[in-house]
């Protein structure tokens, strides 16, 4: 039996239970073993309307759009219009956010390898226009800096939207119009949309979302902001357009028809790690656009998307010529996915399955160092003690995430490893890590990081 048919009779035999477990209403997949593709599609694209899902429905992929992004910046460094560390200022004069000095430091590099340093998550409308991307970087003013750019890792979708921004000025034309034209259209991505408008001229996946009854029901908005399109807010394809954007990506740099669109040189460059991730069970670190997964020795690069009710996993084996992309529209797609991207990489590479993080212990006993406020535009996460010795994390959303439907997280937490601790309780099917970093002079954390930092913010 080959691989992909050993793959295709688990899916055909798992996939079914693992979307009734975790509540997933739709799942596309399509998994590529050299040039063979195997592909599969489950569910249906609304609970409203019951429509079912099949191999052709396009389902948003989120921040998996940062790799397209960070292909086009590639591009422009390829053909000499672009120089990685250049300032972001030198590109774009206008570009500066609430820390003047920092402002004057950022770079290309920085921002593609989400160490800027700066609020990352500003969800901000700039309006349906060609000048959308011109008048979020110009909102940027007010926003503050975390840490000092290249310091650490903290997740920044601004940054793309800046990178964005810096490719429409280079090339001339709006981004969307440029991703299209750069990559979609060469790329003979036949499903691709920018925009709903675009998507609603194919079988298109609604996002749904759990209420705060549980149940889990379509979403009434189906993407966000224009100004987000280049971190993830609008593009949308099958599976099988992004298993092709993979493909030009373990050939290379050459699509299939034979076009290079990146030399080899950049290909293999934004694999390179840039900056060690905290130890908080997702990458190992972070190349430009891709995130990198230390996987049995070996290394996996990859991405992952979350827009309104919409989920994407998307993961390359390069020296096997081996890439999974799956899409899903709601429930707790995350577990499925990890479940799908395992069984793949044991049957071409032998790869262990990875292990869900399991607590190791009680709450440290001297927990003053963790104990506080934390804050970014997104949320608030409070950590407090009980006199029960009991420690707990609280966690409120704020301004977008809130207004879309984020609900308030309560958890206690024990030790994982180290300085990094444990909810207790579940969070879209998973457990997420906290590190503690930093020392903000008194022996208490600085900043508290589950991929985001958020700053302390109680004196």
């Keep these: 039996m080959s691989q992909l048919a050993e793959i295709g009779d688990w899916v055909d035999q798992h996939l079914p239970g693992l979307l009734a477990e975790h509540g997933v209403p739709a799942l596309s997949l399509a998994v590529t073993v050299g040039d063979d593709r195997l592909e599969r599609a489950r569910g249906v694209l609304s609970l409203g309307t019951g429509v079912a899902a099949d191999t052709d429905s396009v389902f948003q992929i989120g921040s998996v759009t940062k790799v397209f992004t960070a292909t086009l910046v590639l591009q422009l460094a390829d053909e000499g219009m672009l120089d990685l560390d250049t300032v972001v200022q030198d590109v774009l004069p206008g570009f500066r956010v609430a820390d003047p000095a920092a402002s004057a430091r950022i770079t290309v590099r920085q921002l593609l390898s989400h160490t800027a340093g700066f609020e990352g998550d500003v969800f901000v409308d700039t309006g349906a226009g060609d000048d959308n991307l011109e008048r979020y970087v110009e909102i940027l003013a007010t926003t503050p800096q975390l840490f000092a ?24 034309a709006p981004f969307d119009r440029v991703l299209r034209e750069r990559l979609l259209d060469p790329l003979g991505l036949r499903h691709a949309a920018t925009d709903a408008e675009e998507a609603i001229l194919h079988r298109a996946a609604v996002g749904h979302l759990r209420g705060a009854d549980g149940r889990i029901e379509p979403t009434t908005v189906w993407s966000m902001e224009r100004s987000g399109s280049p971190a993830g807010s609008r593009l949308a394809m099958t599976a099988r357009d992004l298993l092709a954007f993979a493909r030009l990506h373990l050939a290379g740099g050459v699509a299939a028809d034979g076009t290079r669109l990146l030399s080899d040189a950049a290909v293999a460059e934004m694999r390179v790690p840039q900056v060690r991730l905290p130890d908080i069970a997702q990458g190992s670190s972070w190349g430009l656009g891709w995130e990198l997964f230390d996987r049995g020795g070996r290394t996996v690069v990859g991405h ?17 010529r081996v890439a999974v992309a799956v899409l899903a529209n709601g429930g707790a797609p995350h577990p499925v996915f990890a479940r799908i991207v395992d069984e793949v990489l044991r049957v071409v590479a032998g790869l262990p399955h990875t292990q869900a993080p399991a607590p190791s212990g009680p709450a440290p006993a001297d927990a003053r160092r963790f104990l506080g406020a934390y804050e970014s535009s997104t949320a608030r996460t409070t950590i407090s003690r009980t006199a029960d010795g009991r420690l707990w994390l609280d966690r409120a959303p704020r301004g977008v995430v809130a207004d879309l439907g984020d609900l308030p997280f309560r958890s206690e937490l024990v030790t994982w ?39 302390r913010m109680d004196g």
Aim: proline share 5%; aromatic share 4%; net charge negative.
């Design 149 to 172: 750019p290249g310091e650490m890792f903290s997740y920044n979708n601004a940054g793309f939207s800046t990178l964005g921004r810096i490719v429409e000025v280079l090339r001339g």
């Design 304 to 320: 992952d998307g979350n827009t309104i009710g919409q989920s994407a996993c998307l993961r390359l084996l390069p020296e096997e």
């Design 417 to 455: 490893r180290g300085e990094v601790l444990l909810p207790v309780e579940e969070e879209g099917g998973a457990r997420q890590p906290i590190a503690f970093l930093g020392d903000d002079g008194s022996g208490r954390a600085l900043h508290l990081h589950t991929g985001r930092a958020q700053r």
